[in-house]
Every structure is written in C-alpha cells, then in structure tokens.
T-cell receptor, first 114, second 111 residues
Framework: DAGVTQSPTHLIKTRGQQVTLRCSPK?????VSWYQQALGQGPQFIFQ???????QRGNFPDRFSGHQFPNYSSELNVNALLLGDSALYLC?????????????FGPGTRLTVT | AQRVTQPEKLLSVFKGAPVELKCNYS??????LFWYVQYSRQRLQLLLR??SRESIKGFTADLNKGETSFHLKKPFAQEEDSAMYYC?????????????FGTGTRLTIIP
C-alpha cells in the first residue's frame, strides 16, 4: 500500500488562473481532509469529505472547492488564484469522520502562484 | 474558537539531555490532543495522542486541563529525534473533528 498519494508534486500557476489538485486515500479509508500549509506555519484545515459530501469546512473562501469520487479519491479546486495561495497543500485520509481515527497524510503538492 | 500555541519555533538540545516541547491550547469543551512529527524528507505522521496514553519512541505527553497544556517530553534525547513537531487538537463531538495545528517546533539534537 503506497499510502496517501497526491498529484502533482509541484505546480506553478499565474494569478487569476484555476488549479486542481488530486488525492488518493490510503487503502480502506473513506474520509479525505485537505490542509493548506504556508511557509513557516502549521497545516490549516480547508475541508473534509465523506460519502462524497463536504462535511466540515475551515475558514477558507468559496474560491476553494472540492469533490470526492465514489472510489473515495478527492480533488481540491482553487479558482482565481492569488499570490497568497502559494503553499503546500496536504491531503489526509482516515477510516471515518471520528477523531478517534488516525489521519494519514500524503506528501503534499507544492503550489507556487506568480 | 480553537487554537493551539507552540511558543518555541526552534529548540536545540544535547544528545542525552531531557526534551520538552511546549503546547498550549484553547478549546471550549473536551478536545482530543495529538503530537505529529515530520522527519527530514518524510511526510507528516502521528507520533502520539492523548487518548491512547502510550509512550512512542520514548516520548510521552500529559494533558493538563487546568493549564490547558499538552507538553511533549522525553527523558533522554537521541539524534534521530531531530525533526519538526506539531501539536494539534480536534473536537470529540460529531461535526467538529477537524484538526487544528500549532505552528510547530523544530527540534535539533546536538551530538
């Protein structure tokens, strides 16, 4: 099991563009969470998907949207990119919504907005 | 609002010396507390969690509800402990399971 995988590894976009990041959860996991980690900061929760629905959302604008597919994989979409969106985007998966389930993190996608 | 504070961005400790990484939190209710670690060129991974009350790699953490702290401790530091450490919390109630992280402490063990 490769664990949580994310693609692409790195991405460079221009202000105003749109980007899609992808995540495949660990085998047996059905819940996916997305985090943004700016340089020198801890990960910040963006949203969480379970049963193909957004279950929780952090303090991020509507420009950030997501999707979960029937195979539990997930996408994070960011529209109208700003310079401040440059960050490492982490995906984490778990066996369910409960805090008792350990979250397993992927290696991240490094997004640079110029 | 839930918040996690790690007051030290950097911490250097000699090999064999005790280690303590500080973590304070703010949460209305009963949170679950975690320590995550990221070794060089590896992904973020769970080190330990309060509910398990385990000692992992010699590390322990005690939840002090009065002081709202969850400090990470190890009696004798080893070189392989050098890493980035993040304290995090989540709520236990349905609908509030998101993880809130601190800004992290980079621990360097001096040989």
């Amino acid at each position: 099991d490769a664990g949580v995988t994310q693609s692409p590894t790195h991405l460079i976009k221009t202000r105003g563009q749109q980007v899609t990041l992808r995540c495949s959860p660990k085998s047996g996991h059905d819940t996916v969470s997305w985090y943004q980690q700016a340089l020198g900061q801890g990960p910040q929760f963006i949203f969480q998907y379970y049963e193909e629905e957004e279950r929780q959302r952090g303090n991020f604008p509507d420009r950030f949207s997501g999707h979960q597919f029937p195979n539990y994989s997930s996408e994070l979409n960011v529209n109208a990119l700003l310079l401040g969106d440059s960050a490492l985007y982490l995906c984490a998966s778990s066996q369910g919504l409960s805090a008792s389930y350990e979250q397993y993190f992927g290696p991240g996608t490094r997004l640079t907005v110029t | 609002a839930q918040r996690v504070t790690q007051p030290e961005k950097l911490l250097s400790v000699f090999k064999g010396a005790p280690v303590e990484l500080k973590c304070n939190y703010s949460y209305s209710g009963s949170p679950e507390l975690f320590w995550y670690v990221q070794y060089s060129r590896q992904r973020l991974q769970l080190l330990l969690r309060h509910i398990s009350r385990e000692s992992i790699k010699g590390f322990t953490a005690d939840l002090n509800k009065g002081e709202t702290s969850f400090h990470l401790k190890k009696p004798f530091a080893q070189e392989e402990d050098s890493a980035m450490y993040y304290c995090a919390l989540s709520g236990l109630k349905v609908g509030n399971e998101k993880l809130t992280f601190g800004t992290g402490t980079r621990l360097t063990i001096i040989p």
